[in-house]
């Protein structure tokens, strides 16, 4: 089943709002000059990993109904264009280190079957790069490709750079056209790997080995194409015992090479402490500033004028499916794996980890979430049926719509709490971004309170007259509410009609526990 999620909002009373207390004002300052950084579209990137159902009976089911002559889903299709993604990372992820991608090339019945080590599943290699780079221009995308650092090394780096990018009159360049793709790919974005600080990756290295080899992996790929951008693997999590030093030893190897350093984070509920597990983003803040310092540190070591910015290439919540996925038959394939059913508490989360990325735009240039069908994903999909949209669809939907243009610099008045792991946590948490050219202004705001409705008051007088647009939120008397297949719309946005403006001044009231989007326009 595929709805447009635009003609979801109801325009009902205001039932969220009903019965409910009203904290003091938070008031949110903000002017039209005083601003942190352009937005990178790329920021609201995401990430295809041939792991689970991502890709088979995912994105790629020949035997469905709604499948296309390239056996892709066109409902999935519908829905992935519907979140607006202009960069896709592939094909991993860990499984990316045990990859040879010349078995995912040629006429698909001669390509060989493969132990996936890193999911312990089978890999028919039915999709591969070219089949993906198809898929990514059906959705309006871009793929960043990740090469294997793990198992391989600089030589299979080139040879794919060659086969994807070079015109032709070379050997890999001309094994691309004979499989049918006579234009070069084009891919501007490579990942030098993934994760190869963690115990968990095929072909481990130690700082030291790893930047060593991505620096001349990098070389060599650069010298194939100059054009392209290379991102280094960066510490796995802020949690990792090397970290920061590894960051620090592979970019003072690698930085001449590279133009960003990468960082992955997830985070969960585990312990059902709603209040501790909203905080999560302050530590994902932390670790942000901690490896900008890190790679100015570098920088300044090096007495170097180039900037290494952020590629934030894994982020999620990730924690539902941890027990179901103890039990999976190892070597089968399209293993129903990370397979978490997101509740509204996981949108919020998900809402205010676009709200912190959008706060470093400055650094922060690309971004992808982990990952986009199926596995950690927005999208889900039933084997021959149908498909539909998770709570966290959406906070991801309008940040990549209305998030445009330049994130302000603002000050934010909050009444604060306490919780297990952190202190000082904003009730509400939020980030407004305007865009010169439309004249809009889009807020983006949390409310962590579990109980109260606040008031959010925003003066305006630097933008000039303001129209008032809309006011969506995210909201359901159940925190643990989900979408399935059977009830598609239990979490959806709602609009909220008593938000205005009066006196230059926006006045907003934000539900409990809610994610909102107050779209705003010059006159």
Known sequence: MTV???NLYTKRKNVFLEGKSIMDNVRLSIHKEFQIGQIDRRIYGSFIEHMGRAVYSGIYEPDHPLSNQLGFRQDVIRLVKELNVPIIRYPGGNFVSGYRWEDGVGPVSQRPKQLDLAWLATEPNLVGINEFIQWTREVNSQMMMAVNLGTRGVSAAKNLVEYCNHSGNSYWSDLRKKHGFDSPHGIKVWCLGNEMDGPWQIGQKKAEEYGALAREAGKAMKWVDPTIELVLCGSSSSGMTTFPDWDATV??????????????????????????YLACTLDMDRFIHSVVSVCDYIKA???????????????????????????????????HRAEDIYNLED???????????????DRIKMACMAQLVNVLAPIMTRE????????????????????????????????????????DVSYVDSVAVYDALSGEIAIFAVNRNLEDCIVLKCDLRSFGNCRFVEHLTLTHENP???????????????????????????????PSLSWNVIRLKTI
Not at 316 to 333: E, G
Not at 387 to 394: D, L
Not at 483 to 492: G, K
Request: with cysteine; charged share 20%.
């Open 480 to 510: 643990k509410a989900v979408n399935t297949e059977q009830n598609p719309s239990s979490v959806i946005p709602h609009t909220i009609r008593s938000s205005i403006i009066k006196d230059d001044e926006l006045v907003a009231e934000l």
């Open 4 to 6: 447009n999620p635009m």
């Open 347 to 361: 949108a919020i989360v998900v809402g205010l980890m676009l709200i912190t990325l959008l706060k470093h735009t």
């Open 251 to 276: 970019l003072d190897l690698a930085y001449d090479t590279v133009d960003y350093l990468s960082l992955h984070a997830y985070y969960g509920n585990q312990k059902n402490d709603t209040l501790n």
């Open 301 to 335: 070591k090096k007495r170097s004028n180039k900037t290494i910015n952020l590629s934030f290439d894994e982020w999620n919540v990730c924690y539902h499916s941890d027990d179901a996925d103890q039990k999976i038959q190892p070597w089968s394939m399209a293993q």
């Open 384 to 423: 021959n049926g149908g498909a539909w949209r998770q709570t966290i669809f959406y906070p991801f939907m309008h940040t990549s719509l209305w998030a445009r243009g330049t994130v302000l610099y603002s000050v934010l008045d909050s009444p604060k709490y306490d919780c297990k792991d952190f202190t």
